[in-house]
């Protein structure tokens, strides 16, 4: 049964916004790290974004810093991705995951309760 159900995906064209939300009706992200991937076609799983468990530090991969905005509503169970200023480049899956081991927080290891995941389609 997955618990953690990312939403807010689409097809925009270059420069769009869009918000995406991952909300965690398990629980599971209660009082733990969390942070956003995202996987394009024929490529590894990246680090997009990661915010701690009270939601007031948060770390961006380069590529998408200055663009993207990661939060969180704790009473809500959700975790958001404000995505800005968007690029063909940033097509992919994004999923969302709870961060559970003691490895970085950029090394997809470190997470589990993986969502299934939006896709965002950028058009130039």
């Known amino acids: 049964q997955v618990r953690r159900v990312e939403s807010g995906g689409g097809l925009v064209q270059t420069g769009d916004s869009l918000r995406l939300s991952c909300e965690d009706s398990?629980?599971?992200?209660?009082?733990?790290?969390a942070a956003w991937f995202r996987q394009a076609p024929g490529k590894d799983r990246e680090f997009v974004a990661y915010?701690?468990?009270?939601?007031?530090?948060?770390a961006y991969a380069d590529s998408v810093k200055g663009r993207f905005t990661v939060s969180r509503d704790n009473a809500q169970n959700t975790l958001y991705l404000q995505m800005n200023s968007l690029k063909p480049g940033d097509t992919a899956v994004y999923y969302c995951?709870?961060?559970?081991?003691?490895?970085?927080?950029?090394?997809?290891?470190?997470?589990?309760?993986w969502g299934r995941g939006t896709q965002v389609t950028v058009s130039s």
């Open positions: 398990g629980r599971t992200f209660s009082g733990v790290a």
């Open positions: 995951a709870a961060k559970i081991w003691t490895r970085s927080y950029l090394d997809p290891r470190a997470y589990d309760y």
């Open positions: 915010v701690n468990s009270a939601g007031g530090i948060a």
